[in-house]
């Protein structure tokens, strides 16, 4: 019989099992801090660049620091014609997330600075893979529907070249501070799995970039990141506000689990949810469609009626994202494009303070078995 202490926590819930400074989320009250700031003082006042200084190195920057680091970004946002190249090569069709996964391991291979794990040389890999994540998406996504990649221009911040070089026109200020708000919400989320699996794979010493792409491929789950996808996939299908209620109803009682709703610690409102509700509302009046957030209104309000669950931050970012016309396949890419933030800040406080992640396995299997030759086996 093993001690309690020997007993599998199923999905880890409720195990602490890391100390960090860089973010925390209280379940109950539905908080979330970056580094002790309020996320709602941040989405509020708060440019990506902000925060992403904030992540990396504790504080806001000052004038000067916040300079310094746009500036650098800004010049490691342009892809060497090896990474354009790949991109090309990539299957039209591919998942874009497979694509990011390919394309960021890719990266490690040109960069001499990829097996050198020290403070510096980790934290300009960081500034490479903050800067290069969004020019990753857009390459392929103008790539597969035919078109020429542009270049980031030298004036906009990460969220308005985010959009300048998806589409290839300078974004309005309210489509820029959309998206930039929306890198900010998605930044980091303490010990979520992604960012688990980022500091189990630094923690054995390995390299940044496969920290990442650890991260990369544990977020495109629908468990995860992936459920940004689902969540429009499900509005899709569901077509008008009036299938709302029957097609919840019925996804219910087949045990179905509805993307954008439930969470592991929070109980209560997601807090980004709340801005991400609030941004898709302005953008459904501002275009005139309002349709998908009224039926995500209406999806949130029987879900809470029938199974007390509130929207999670992938809920409200489908119905955002999709009346800026993004395709649904790259809202996951897009979360990448700003949790790469939190990963690289969690792989620095992994390599700062490292010990080895090992934990053990509650054995349910049988022992005592005794080798059989094979022609014995039935
Ligand atoms: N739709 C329907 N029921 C849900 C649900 C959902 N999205 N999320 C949780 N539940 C129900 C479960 O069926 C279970 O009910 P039961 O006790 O009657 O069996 C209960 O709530 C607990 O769910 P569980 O899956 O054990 O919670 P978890 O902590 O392991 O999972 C999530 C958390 C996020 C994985 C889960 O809520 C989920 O799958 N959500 C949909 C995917 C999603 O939006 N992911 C993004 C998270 S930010």
Same mark, same amino acid.
């Given at each position: 019989m093993p001690s309690e202490a020997n007993v599998a926590k199923a999905g880890l819930e409720? !195990? !602490?099992?890391a100390q960090s400074a860089i973010s925390d989320v209280n379940g109950d009250e539905g908080r979330l801090i970056y580094r002790g700031f309020d996320i709602h003082d941040l989405a509020e006042h708060a440019s990506f660049e902000e925060v992403v200084h904030l992540l990396w190195h504790g504080n806001l920057p000052t004038r000067s620091e916040l300079a310094l680091l746009s500036g650098l970004l800004n010049r490691e946002s342009r892809l060497s014609s090896e990474i354009q190249a790949l991109i090309r090569a990539i /299957?039209?069709?591919? =998942?874009p997330m497979d694509m990011l996964r390919t394309v960021v391991s890719a990266l490690a291979l040109h960069? /001499? $600075?990829?097996?050198?794990?020290?403070r510096e040389a980790n934290l300009r890999k960081a500034i490479r893979l903050t800067a290069k994540f969004p020019t990753i998406v857009t390459t392929f996504q103008r790539v597969r529907y035919g078109l020429e990649p542009v270049e980031p221009s030298d004036g906009l911040s990460i969220a308005g070249n985010f959009l300048f070089t998806l589409r290839g026109e300078v974004p309005d200020d309210v489509a820029t501070r959309t998206m930039d708000v929306a890198f900010v919400l998605h930044a980091d989320h303490e010990l979520n799995a992604s960012t688990f699996a980022a500091r189990v794979t630094a923690a054995t010493l390995s390299d940044m970039y496969s920290a990442v792409v650890s991260a990369i491929g544990t977020l495109k789950g629908p468990l995860h990141g992936g459920a940004n996808e689902g969540v429009i996939k499900n509005l899709l299908e569901i077509g008008s506000l009036e299938n709302v209620e029957p097609w919840v109803l019925k996804a219910l009682a087949g045990k179905k689990k509805i993307m954008g709703f439930g969470h592991r !610690?929070? &109980?209560? $409102?997601?807090p980004r949810a709340t801005h991400l509700r609030e941004m898709s509302r302005q953008l459904g009046e501002r275009t005139g469609e309002k349709k998908w957030y009224e039926m995500s209104r209406k999806m949130e309000e029987v879900i809470m009626r029938e199974k007390h669950l509130n929207p999670n931050v992938d809920f409200y970012s489908a119905s955002t994202y999709y009346a800026m016309g +993004? /395709? /649904?396949? *790259?809202f996951t890419p897009i979360f990448a494009c700003s949790r790469i933030s939190g990963w690289t800040a969690h792989v620095l406080e992994q390599f700062d &303070? =490292?010990? *080895? +992640?090992r934990p053990r396995a509650e054995y349910v299997g049988p022992r005592g078995l005794t080798y059989t030759p094979i022609g014995e086996r039935v």
């Amino acid at each position: 019989m093993p001690s309690e202490a020997n007993v599998a926590k199923a999905g880890l819930e409720g !195990v !602490v099992a890391a100390q960090s400074a860089i973010s925390d989320v209280n379940g109950d009250e539905g908080r979330l801090i970056y580094r002790g700031f309020d996320i709602h003082d941040l989405a509020e006042h708060a440019s990506f660049e902000e925060v992403v200084h904030l992540l990396w190195h504790g504080n806001l920057p000052t004038r000067s620091e916040l300079a310094l680091l746009s500036g650098l970004l800004n010049r490691e946002s342009r892809l060497s014609s090896e990474i354009q190249a790949l991109i090309r090569a990539i /299957p039209k069709d591919a =998942n874009p997330m497979d694509m990011l996964r390919t394309v960021v391991s890719a990266l490690a291979l040109h960069d /001499p $600075e990829a097996g050198d794990t020290s403070r510096e040389a980790n934290l300009r890999k960081a500034i490479r893979l903050t800067a290069k994540f969004p020019t990753i998406v857009t390459t392929f996504q103008r790539v597969r529907y035919g078109l020429e990649p542009v270049e980031p221009s030298d004036g906009l911040s990460i969220a308005g070249n985010f959009l300048f070089t998806l589409r290839g026109e300078v974004p309005d200020d309210v489509a820029t501070r959309t998206m930039d708000v929306a890198f900010v919400l998605h930044a980091d989320h303490e010990l979520n799995a992604s960012t688990f699996a980022a500091r189990v794979t630094a923690a054995t010493l390995s390299d940044m970039y496969s920290a990442v792409v650890s991260a990369i491929g544990t977020l495109k789950g629908p468990l995860h990141g992936g459920a940004n996808e689902g969540v429009i996939k499900n509005l899709l299908e569901i077509g008008s506000l009036e299938n709302v209620e029957p097609w919840v109803l019925k996804a219910l009682a087949g045990k179905k689990k509805i993307m954008g709703f439930g969470h592991r !610690v929070y &109980h209560t $409102e997601d807090p980004r949810a709340t801005h991400l509700r609030e941004m898709s509302r302005q953008l459904g009046e501002r275009t005139g469609e309002k349709k998908w957030y009224e039926m995500s209104r209406k999806m949130e309000e029987v879900i809470m009626r029938e199974k007390h669950l509130n929207p999670n931050v992938d809920f409200y970012s489908a119905s955002t994202y999709y009346a800026m016309g +993004i /395709p /649904p396949d *790259l809202f996951t890419p897009i979360f990448a494009c700003s949790r790469i933030s939190g990963w690289t800040a969690h792989v620095l406080e992994q390599f700062d &303070h =490292n010990r *080895l +992640i090992r934990p053990r396995a509650e054995y349910v299997g049988p022992r005592g078995l005794t080798y059989t030759p094979i022609g014995e086996r039935v």
